[in-house]
């Protein structure tokens, strides 16, 4: 089916304000010639089309620019990725930036869907390090990339005791991946941006578990993980020639003779502990072994991303991202980043007093 787009409202046949109309083997998507609402808009028809069954679409027009092709794309996409997209003819740069999306669109979404069955803590780590290095290869920046993947009792002996705490109650080992990515060859540049990623590969809420309704797709719990090693993947294909760091942390949270419990008491390589008195709070728990780690990198600044509460999506609803943060430039440059991406951020209270809020007898 042939897509086109078009400024010209739809025929009253198809309603008032319709956005989509059909002629034969064709569909037309009825734009209103405001850019922001008409990329959700295009978003929304590929979704709808999806839904009606429509496989194998051809985008038509000159009209198609690289905005409205990704939007588009975004939409259409499912998780069976049964289903076929014909571009229009962009020009050489526009071209190899939307297959840069899409390929680390779809590793993102790819690797989130799939069941903590087969995604492992190690498998994360492991499928995170082959992306990258796939990505540096296409960009012949392969030799930039080096890694290495902690996993099992390892972790406890090297001091890593958020992620052993949690993950131990698991037969599947927990793993910390620890990549940098330095284009600069030279082992002593300094380091732009540390990245640290959440990889809860399932997460049952431990002793405080979930109810079903809550655990059925926890298997997403490693969102931040995943997030993260497809930006820096796609910064790379961007050009990206700073030097990156990327940790992922990784575990299961479940249930055992093993498991970790209320009133147990973690002791950070920093000296500084914390009393768990909810199993079911193990994010911040894993990610403070990568935070502890970035930090002592010196970089420019970290990145934390991480599916940590549901209250943040109580908060800013589906269409925003959260932050967090006590730099207020940092923000402000962030929010002008996500401005120029299309990427809406709503920043939520973050205060030094709030520390006062998490003060333990321990």
Not at 224 to 229: F, K, P, Q, V
Request: glycine content about 8%; overall charge negative.
């Amino acid at each position: 089916m042939e897509i086109i787009l078009s400024i010209n409202q739809a025929s009253d046949a198809w309603g008032k304000n319709a956005i989509l109309s059909f002629d034969s083997n064709k569909a037309t998507i009825h734009l209103k010639s405001n850019e922001k609402i008409d990329r959700t808009l295009v978003q929304q028809v590929a979704r709808k089309l999806r839904g009606q069954g429509i496989k194998d679409v051809e985008l038509v027009g000159e009209e198609w620019d690289l905005e409205f092709c990704w939007a588009f794309y975004q939409g259409f996409y499912t998780a069976k990725q049964d289903y076929g997209i014909e571009f229009p003819h962009l020009d050489h740069a526009l071209q190899d930036e939307l297959l840069a999306r899409i390929e680390c669109g779809d590793f993102v979404r790819g690797i989130i869907n799939e069941p903590a069955q087969s995604l492992t803590p190690v498998k994360l780590a492991e499928r995170a390090a082959e992306f990258i290095l796939n990505q540096a290869d296409i960009y012949n920046k392969k030799s930039a990339v080096s890694f290495k993947i902690i996993s099992g009792e390892e972790l406890e002996q090297q001091g890593y005791h958020g992620i052993w705490t949690v993950g131990k109650g698991s037969a599947n080992l927990p793993a910390m991946l620890q990549l940098d990515f330095n284009p600069t060859q030279d082992p002593n540049a300094p380091v732009l941006a540390c990245l640290v990623g959440k990889g809860i590969t399932f997460d049952s809420g431990g002793y405080s578990i979930k109810p079903s309704d809550g655990m059925s797709t926890m298997r997403t719990d490693m969102g931040g993980a995943a997030l993260l090693t497809g930006a820096l993947g796609f910064a790379i294909a961007r050009g990206l020639n700073q030097r990156v760091k990327l940790y992922l942390c990784c575990a299961e949270n479940l249930v055992s003779d093993n498991a970790f419990k209320l009133g147990d008491i973690i002791t950070y390589k920093n000296d500084v502990s914390a009393e768990v008195l909810n199993t079911d709070a193990e994010g911040r728990l894993v990610l403070a072994d990568g935070l502890i780690e970035a930090d002592n990198q010196n970089p420019g600044f970290i990145i934390d991303c991480a599916t940590l509460t549901g209250a943040a999506k109580v908060a800013v609803g589906n269409d925003y991202h959260s932050v967090l943060s006590m730099d207020d430039d940092l923000v402000k440059n962030l929010f002008q980043s996500a401005k120029e991406e299309n990427e809406p951020f709503w920043r939520l209270p973050f205060e030094d007093f709030h520390r006062s809020q998490i003060n333990s007898s321990f």
